[in-house]
Each structure stands twice: as C-alpha cells, then as structure tokens.
C-alpha cells in the first residue's frame, strides 16, 4: 500500500515564498511521475508543474519563472517552491504521483491536500 502525505501550506502575503513537499511512503518500486495540481473555490483542479522519472519537468504558463519542481535524491518526495505569489495562486495544493508497487500493480494517488493562501 502506498500513502502520499504532503506539508507545508499556510498563509503568505503577496511577493513571499512557500515551499511544499509530498513523500510517498510504503511498497514502491517505481515512480513514474510526480506532480502537484491546485484547485481553488468552485474552480476545477488544474496542473501547475509535474516532473518525471528522468527529470524532465512541465509548468503551466502562469507559474513559470515563480514556482520550481524538484525530488529529493531517492526520488520519493517532491518539493514545490514558491516564489512571488499572487493572490491568484490562492487555492488547497494537492500532489499527484504514478508508479508501481512491488506487485507490479500501477498506483495514481492524491495526497490530501494543503491549503496555501496569499493575501494582497
């Protein structure tokens, strides 16, 4: 069984800086894809940066040059930093990770969300 748990949210004015982290805990054998989405009130969740197994990363068009994806070494948690936020960015941050386990069963989960709020 795999279990995503993530941090770091909170309260930031506009200009400042979060950073989240995501670590996927249990029977992994590998991870294909790390990525967070955000979602906020009444809005559906959209992609904001996602980063595979080779390192390759992917932004949306309104995060680029503010917001970096990384993974730690052994590849188990994912790092989100963000710099110059907007009150637009305002939404509850969710990771997404693909892989299998060591049955060889494919896994896509959610974490459980965290909430990031920039106030203008």
């Known amino acids: 069984q795999v279990q995503l748990v993530e941090s770091g949210g909170g309260l930031v004015q506009a200009g400042g800086s979060l950073r989240l982290s995501c670590t996927a805990y249990g029977s992994i054998f590998n991870i294909a894809a790390m990525s967070w989405y955000r979602q906020a009130p009444g809005k559906q969740r959209d992609l904001v940066a996602a980063i595979l197994s080779g390192h390759d990363t992917e932004y949306a068009d309104d995060v680029k040059d503010r917001f970096t994806i990384s993974r730690d070494s052994a590849g188990k948690t994912v790092f989100l930093q963000m710099n110059s936020l907007k009150a637009e960015d305002t939404a509850v941050y969710y990771c997404?990770?693909?892989?299998?386990?060591?049955?060889?069963?494919?896994?896509?989960?959610w974490g459980q969300g965290t909430q990031v709020t920039v106030s203008s």
């Open positions: 997404g990770v693909r892989g299998l386990d060591y049955s060889k069963r494919t896994f896509a989960l």
